[in-house]
């Protein structure tokens, strides 16, 4: 902490936070603070962050206010939207916890419903969009690092399903997805539900992203309070006769999939190849999600049979 007896007192300190590539530091001064962060050329969608942002607030969606913003330098001064997010809710009881899911979603839904309409889209540099190609990626993804680094699957896996259906989602229409929506992305401030890290924002499925939200493997929602809650987000969405949509629930569990899979092979690689051993803590959590899933999809016999 640094003193001076003519100005308030002004403290840094570290927030050690996520995979993404960046470093935090929450700066106080007096009794306001904010975020600073420092970013590196090694993940090319951090640099997009700030436009990202600023395109998001003019959809409405809630994201923390932008300061100031250095590209050259890699640095950008930010709104302290706090440490409150929707994981440090997850042994609150269930009317407490579905009220603030229900808003997140509401923030998923205008994102889904209005972003790739806004104007400024057309300016903005995006990450590559959910293609067939990203989806096999996503499959590869585990089939390395979850099936083969972590638990040591080493006969070759046959790909043509999986491959059938990253072909079937890649045909789909797209909107724009979070990509990484999951619980700690979420901040609740004074009750209502504020965005971050969507700096991997991109053309997708809207599925693939209430998957990631209502799956993850950070905190455990029940199978009927992840049914309440997709019939809050369609009743949004097709209105309130719809919460029930059979298509829209098969595309949900194929994105479910893609997912879940994506999250295993970053848990193996991350854990085992970058040395972050707490990662590999989550995979007893998401494999049996995985697994539940895979047994809802025609064709997935085979790989489900491969699961430990």
Known sequence: MLTDPNHPPVTVAFIDKGGSGRKFWRMRVGDRTVIF??????????????????????????????????ESEGLIVMEDAGDNDLWSHRDDPWLQRRALYQ??????????????????????????????????WEQDYFIEHSLG???????????????????????????????????????????EICLIDFQGLRPGLAQYDLASLLLDPYVALTPAERDELLAHYLSGLLGPEHEHDPEFLRIYDLCAMQRLMQALGAYGKLGHLDGRTHFLQHIPTALPRLREVLGQIDGMETLLGLLP
Do not use: M, W
């Open 37 to 70: 962060v420092r970013y590196g050329e090694d993940r090319p969608e951090n640099r997009h962050y700030v436009a990202i942002s600023h395109f998001l607030a003019s959809v409405g969606v809630r994201v923390p206010a932008v300061y100031f913003h250095d």
């Open 103 to 136: 808003r997140t979603l509401d923030q998923a839904l205008l994102l889904h419903t209005h972003a790739h309409k806004a104007p400024g889209l057309e300016t903005l540099q995006l990450q590559q969009q959910f293609d067939a190609a990203l989806y096999r």
């Open 149 to 191: 680094r972590h638990f040591g699957h080493t006969a070759p896996v046959d790909r043509a399903r999986l491959h059938e259906i990253a072909d079937e989602l890649a045909s789909l229409p797209r909107c724009l997805v979070h990509r990484d929506f999951q619980s700690q992305n979420v901040i609740v401030r004074a009750g």
